[in-house]
């Protein structure tokens, strides 16, 4: 009887915390409309940050554990900023022309869907009526181009005429080559942009977006603007460096997760059996293979094989497995120990944020797990 009782109370406020999150949500919603409507970026660092600390602080007080206050709160914040991704202000005047080369695409149908909410007038060009591209363009102020990486500088270089004034930008993983193409293409504006994400994100709050400046930085300001009312932050970078950033961010990661899936199938493993028997961090690594064998594999292609230098880091790190390899042949755990501590000792303070972060992710993992 006395854990009936107790469990009907925590049933009671549990319909409580619901009720009380109904109700929050539809306030967000309240500000999501005013956030439209004067132009603000649906994500705020600096309130979400001031927010965080001032219930982590009430939370101590009421001999509340603060972390279990933040987990629930950025859940929270999630779920509002998702309630807000209805509508955006239109950071130029309402109705402006885009036009979305290969907006039947899948990351393509993303930036058109965030340009429609945000009241563009969007057009779209792909391979079924590139024969009007001209016409197409007309009155254009944005022509974004969102191809595939081995189409890209082809589709630039064929570009009909564009309004002086149009803006013309790519959403392509690579930026030296496709920058340098659109700077030949077109005498306007012309910026690079990469997405640092994927076309299954629910929003773009948080989201990074790789910018590289090409020409009249001034006339495609309200163009980055808009992407900051998404909620994006935006990363300034050299095209070039930025290429070398993504050799080892994208294709050289990708290129071993792609090996590594190929280790397991030559294995043969009973995946259920992993997963049972799997920790925290061992799930979510599987998870990430999983998940790159679960997309369309033209666009690692792209990656892996665009990457310039790409052939050259496989052959690096084949050379650093080589020696790990006979590091364990010769059962010396003197060298394996030492070569720990300097890979260890370049990491430096970065090892203790990247244990901080990651002991998050892996309690988000294990709170997933289903028996």
Not at 115 to 129: L, M, Q, T
Not at 234 to 241: G, L, S, V, W
Request: charged residues 25%; negative net charge.
């Amino acid at each position: 009887m006395a854990i009936d009782t107790l469990r009907q109370q925590i049933d009671q406020l549990d319909i409580e915390l619901v009720e009380l999150l109904a109700k929050r949500q539809a306030v967000t919603a309240k500000v999501g409309e005013y956030k439209k409507q004067v132009g603000k970026p649906i994500y705020d660092p600096i309130r979400e940050a001031e927010l965080i600390s001032k219930r982590r602080e009430l939370a101590e007080q009421l001999s509340v554990n603060p972390d279990l206050i933040e987990d629930v709160l950025r859940r929270i914040m999630r779920e509002s900023y998702q309630s807000q991704h209805n509508a955006y202000r239109c950071m130029t005047q309402d109705r402006t022309k885009v036009v979305v080369i290969g907006g039947h695409g899948a990351l393509g149908k993303r930036f058109v869907d965030m340009f429609e909410r945000s009241n563009f007038e969007v057009a779209i060009i792909d391979k079924h009526n590139i024969g009007d591209a001209s016409s197409i363009v007309e009155r254009a102020k944005l022509v974004l181009v969102a191809v595939p990486i081995d189409k890209t500088v082809e589709v630039i270089a064929h570009l009909p005429k564009l309004p002086d004034d149009c803006i013309l930008a790519d959403l392509t993983s690579l930026k030296h080559a496709p920058l340098n193409a659109m700077l030949e293409a077109h005498s306007g504006p012309v910026v690079g942009l990469h997405p640092m994400f994927g076309p299954d994100v629910p929003n773009f709050v948080k989201q990074v977006f790789v910018v590289c400046h090409g020409r009249h930085q001034q006339e495609y300001q309200w163009l980055l603007e808009q992407i900051k009312v998404w909620g994006a932050v935006i990363q300034e970078d050299e095209a070039k460096q930025h290429d070398l950033s993504m050799e080892i961010i994208q294709a050289m990661r990708h290129f071993n997760t792609f090996v590594y899936g190929k280790f397991l199938r030559s294995q043969s493993p009973d995946l259920a059996n992993l997963l049972s028997l799997s920790s925290p961090i061992y799930r979510l690594e599987l998870a990430m293979t999983g998940r790159l064998f679960a997309q369309d594999g033209n666009l690692y292609v792209d990656i892996i094989f665009g990457a310039e230098h790409a052939l050259k880091l496989v052959k690096t790190f084949h050379a650093e497995l080589e020696q790990a390899i006979t590091t364990l042949e010769q059962n010396d755990k003197d060298a394996f120990k030492q070569q720990f501590k300097q890979v260890a000792d370049w990491f430096g303070d970065y090892s203790q944020q990247f244990l901080d972060e990651s002991r998050s992710l892996l309690k988000t993992a294990q709170d997933n797990r289903q028996y």
